[in-house]
C-alpha cells in the first residue's frame, strides 16, 4: 500500500503536516477529511521502503540502540494497555501511529499496520524492521499471539525492556566521571607537553648547562610530539584501525572477551551483567511461551561476549540430545556456580522462570555494587597516576633550575 505525504488544514486552522497509508491519493483525502482535516496539498512519499534482507544484509543496520529501546519500550506499553482494553489490533496500531514520538517509528509503525491489515502475523511484520525490533521481541510477539495473549505479553516485554535500559544506564553512568578524567588528563599533559616544555626547555639549554638525565627524557619526549604530531595522530588511527579488525575477525573477538572477563574488578563487572541479562532473557521468555530451546538460541543472541555466547550453545546442543539445562551450565566452567545451581533446582521443581528471575534480581543489585566498587578503584587510580604524570614533568623542570642555583 503506498504511503502519501500530506499538508493539511485541522478544525482550529492549523497547519498540519504527516503521512498517510492508502491506495489511492483519493482514498487518503477522504480518510483525512473523517478526521476533520482539509487537504491542501498531497503526493506521494519518494521513499523506498527496504526488504527485511537489504536491512538485515546490505545495509548492515545495527541492533536496536538505547534510545530506540527506550522509544519501543514506551510504545510497547502503550499497545499492550489499548489491546487489554479490548481495542482491535489493527485500531491500536493506528492509535499508536497517531502518537509516534518521531517520523520514523510513525513510518515504522505504518508498515507493520499496513502488513498486520494484509494478513501477516505481528511477530512477523516487526521482524521486518530490525533497527527496531530484535529476534527476543519478535519471538515473544508470536508466542503472544499463538496463546492468545497477547497484551499480557506486551507489557511482560516493555518491563523487560525497560530493565536492560536501566542495567545498560548503570555501566554507562559510572564509566562517564573517569572518561573525563582521562580526557582532561590527556589534555592538560599535551598542552604542557607542546607548549610550556618547549619554552621552559629553550631557557635552561641557554645556560649552556649540562641536563639531567630526566630533564634530556622531557626535552626528547616534547620535541618528539611537537614535530612529529602528525605522524602520532596517523599511529593512533591505524592501531584503532588495526584494533578494530582483530575484534571484528571471530578468533580475535573469542581472544579479546576472553581478557575483557579476566581483567580484575572490570571483568567481575562483565559477568555479573551478562548473568543479569540472561537470566531475566530466558525467563522472559520461557513465561511468554517461547519453546526452550528456541528460547536459549534468541538468549544467546542477547548476550555481548563471544565467550558467554559459545557456552551458551554448547548448552543448547546438549539440551537438545537429551540432557537438562543446568549439567552443561556447571561443565562449561563460565556459569557462575549459583546460577548453575537455581537452574538446577528450578528445573526439578517445575518453576524454573521464577528461579531465573531471582538469579537476575541478584545479579542485578550485584551489578550495582560491582560497579560502585569499580568507580572507587578507577577514580583514585586515575588521579595518581596523572598526579604522577605532571609531577614528573614539574620534576624534570625544576632539577635543572636547582643545580643552576647551586652553581
Not at 503526493?43 to 521502503?49: D, Y
Not at 529501546?69 to 514506551?74: D, K, T, V
Not at 492468545?148 to 535500559?165: H, N
Not at 610550556?196 to 618528539?224: D, Y
Request: aromatic share 6%.
Amino acid at each position: 500500500m503506498p504511503i502519501f505525504e500530506y499538508k493539511a488544514i485541522d478544525s482550529a486552522n492549523k497547519i498540519k503536516r504527516g503521512i498517510i497509508d492508502a491506495d489511492t491519493a483519493r482514498d487518503a483525502r477522504q480518510k483525512l477529511k473523517k478526521d476533520s482535516l482539509f487537504v491542501t496539498d498531497i503526493k506521494e512519499s519518494r521513499k523506498k521502503k527496504k526488504s527485511a534482507v537489504q536491512i538485515r544484509g546490505v545495509t548492515g543496520v545495527d541492533a536496536p540502540n538505547k534510545q530506540r529501546m527506550e522509544q519501543i519500550g514506551a510504545v510497547t506499553r502503550q499497545m499492550a494497555s489499548l489491546l487489554a482494553a479490548g481495542i482491535p489490533l489493527a485500531e491500536a496500531l493506528r492509535m499508536i501511529i497517531e502518537q509516534a514520538p518521531d517520523k520514523k517509528i510513525e513510518s515504522t509503525f505504518r508498515d507493520i499496520r499496513e502488513k498486520v491489515t494484509q494478513g501477516m502475523p505481528l511477530g512477523d511484520a516487526v521482524l521486518q524492521h530490525p533497527a527496531y525490533f530484535t529476534d527476543l521481541y519478535s519471538n515473544m510477539v508470536k508466542a503472544g499471539e499463538s496463546s492468545g495473549a497477547l497484551d499480557k505479553v506486551l507489557i511482560r516485554l516493555s518491563q523487560f525492556l525497560q530493565a536492560q535500559t536501566r542495567l545498560k544506564n548503570k555501566v554507562g553512568a559510572a564509566l562517564i566521571y573517569p572518561t573525563i578524567m582521562v580526557l582532561v588528563g590527556v589534555i592538560v599533559v599535551a598542552i604542557l607537553m607542546t607548549f610550556v616544555v618547549p619554552r621552559v626547555t629553550q631557557l635552561i639549554r641557554g645556560r649552556g648547562q649540562e641536563l639531567p638525565l630526566p630533564t634530556e627524557i622531557l626535552i626528547t619526549t616534547s620535541q618528539f610530539l611537537v614535530n612529529y604530531w602528525l605522524l602520532v595522530l596517523v599511529g593512533l588511527l591505524l592501531l584503532t584501525i588495526g584494533f578494530q579488525l582483530f575484534i571484528n575477525s571471530e578468533g580475535g573477538r573469542l581472544l579479546f572477551d576472553k581478557f575483557k572477563l579476566r581483567v580484575p574488578v572490570f571483568g567481575d563487572l562483565m559477568r555479573k551483567q551478562a548473568m543479569a541479562r540472561f537470566s531475566i532473557t530466558l525467563a522472559t521468555l520461557l513465561r511468554s511461551g517461547v519453546p526452550a530451546l528456541q528460547a536459549i538460541n534468541v538468549t544467546k543472541n542477547v548476550l555481548d561476549n563471544k565467550v558467554l555466547k559459545n557456552a551458551l550453545q554448547n548448552v543448547h546442543d546438549r539440551v537438545v540430545e537429551g540432557t537438562d539445562l543446568a549439567t552443561p551450565m556447571k561443565m562449561s566452567g563460565v556459569f557462575p556456580p549459583t546460577v548453575s545451581y537455581m537452574v538446577g533446582v528450578g528445573e526439578q521443581a517445575g518453576n524454573l522462570e521464577e528461579m531465573l528471575e531471582r538469579v537476575a534480581t541478584t545479579y542485578d543489585e550485584e551489578v550495582d555494587l560491582a560497579t560502585q566498587k569499580l568507580t572507587s578503584v578507577l577514580e583514585p587510580l586515575i588521579i595518581v597516576l596523572l598526579a604522577a604524570v605532571v609531577a614528573g614533568i614539574v620534576i624534570a623542570i625544576v632539577m635543572p633550575l636547582l643545580q643552576l642555583q647551586r652553581a
